[in-house]
């Protein structure tokens, strides 16, 4: 230490470049590597179908479409009004993930969720399990009619995408 | 700096030999090649003249084994890649292509499914002759550790491997497992969108798994080789647990254990034959002869055979994040092993009490494997759940407890005097043990 101390100067232009360097090699090699990691998420072609437009005016009540949207299914239900009261009745305190069903939808009549299951993947079976919307066959999640967990490994809620009602009766997804 | 520049002068002056031509015990043209690359000798010393314990039992045998079905991969997996077409509108037809145009096409694909199979089933016995006769015990955690990382490999490239055809099962078990990375907070999801290229499991996933299960084939090579080279310099463990210590104890490799382990490879691949001819899609599931469809979950997901017993792990857990890290730990746990079991006896023949949870650890792992296929729902659940208590229970408790507390039976002083044993009743073995 003592010898340092007698030549600071020296040590000090040393470590300076000893840090530049570094900083710019780092710099450099993360910007060569950025490109390699990157190319690898969703591409130009893939993000250009990302919203689709979806036409709800044939849809009956208490049935329910599924369109394919970003390679997922999306459910569009047209809620009876039992299963409306249903939902909306239910004690947050008993949710896993609490959620009012009135945040869950933009017109009451019309649930639109992600039909992904938020465990691992799976498209839930509609009209199944013990809470009157939906069942995951791969590992035994039930949903309720506003797609919110009830019993079962799934963390959260079914997911509800972006969309915007077009119209009376259209709707745009993404 | 001026400093050394001055030791250069004085007597500090060594001679360099950047040429190290020569040494071979060969003569000739093969001797002129040995002294330039030396791997004639090499395989001389490590293969011909190696000396291994004379007692290794037929479980000494799937080293070997597992070899095999890895160049057997390789090359079949190689072969199927020449007609294979990783899109998602191609891939199922090319697969059918391959197993009703191509000429052998359907042996091809048959034995190459059918030989990952027995990869597992190799690797599973191989595994359990590790923890029977306590092969990760001092000096050989490396290796040990090394098996364990071509095990995680094997479990990629399987998978990945599964995902090829694009039937059912192909695209619902990518989805499940790929969401798995989805659990890790925060950044869960850009990790999976990054992982498909897609917001779905799709055409550049399915690209993309095509060029990693390649990748990761020849990385298994290249580990294998570490663990083969950590093999050479430990030395064979065998079923006394004893470390060889004359010529009274080891016989040389060819062509005592090489006619051995052949006889072990004739018997292996007559049962590989057995299956891949007479019930070829015995151990895969129908659903996979069904295109992939984004839409339709198969009524019940499971993955191939050699992953029930961690699924069951996954699946016994009722939360996402806490099942995948049980999942990941149940494997890597194994590493933990050599620093949990504290006992200096390697083998289980000397240790009564260890060898019953040993034996008890394997009725686990089919119990899981069973409930691992079985849907998740009822007693399933509760077996599973009591499957992944005991599995965990056995590395962190049981093998720390028992090493410290169990009482050994007494030991012979080497590897003859243990087969004297042996013959004399005073050691109980399983004949093929």
Known sequence: ?174 | MSGKDSDLNSNNIKPVHTNKVGGSPFKGVVGWIDNRLPIIRMFKYEYLDFQVPKNLSYLWSLGGILMICLIFLIVTGLVLGMHYKPSSTEAFISVEKIMRDVNYGWLLRYAHMNFASFFFIAVYIHIFRGLYYGSYKEPRQLMWLIGIVIFFMMMATAFLGYTLPWGQMSYWGATVITNLFSAVPLVGKAIVTWLWGDYSVGDSTLNRFYVLHWLLAFGILGVVIFHVIALHIVGSNNPSGIEPADTRDTVSFAPFTTSKDLFAMLIFLLAFVLITMYAPNYLGHPDNYIPADPLVTPAHIVPEWYFLPFYAILRSIPDKLLGVIAMVSSIAVLGLLPWLDLSKVRSSVFRPIWKQFVFLFVLDFFILMYVGGMPAEGIYVLIARVGTVYWFLFFLVIAPLVSLTEKTLPMPNSIHEYEDWKKQGRIKTFKIF
């Open chain 1, 1 to 174: 230490m003592s010898e340092n101390n007698n030549n600071p100067d020296k040590k000090n232009r040393r470590d300076f470049l000893t840090v530049a360097t570094t900083a710019v090699g780092v710099v450099g090699v993360g910007t060569a590597v950025w490109p390699v990691i990157n190319q690898m998420n969703p591409d130009s072609s893939v993000k250009a179908l990302a919203s689709i437009e979806v036409d709800l005016s044939k849809i009956k009540e208490g049935q329910e479409i599924t369109v394919l949207w970003r390679g997922k299914p999306v459910f569009i239900k047209r809620r009876t009004k039992e299963e409306i009261t249903n939902a909306e009745k239910v004690d947050l305190k008993e949710l896993k993930d609490p959620q009012p069903d009135n945040k869950r939808v933009k017109k009451s009549e019309w649930l639109v969720l992600v039909g992904v299951c938020t465990h691992l993947g799976c498209v839930p079976i509609s009209g199944k399990g013990d809470y009157g919307g939906w069942f995951c066959p791969c590992h035994g999640s039930h949903y309720d009619s506003s797609g919110r967990i009830r019993k079962g490994p799934a963390p959260t809620n079914l997911e509800v995408p972006t969309y915007e009602f077009v119209g009376d009766s259209k709707i745009k997804l993404g």
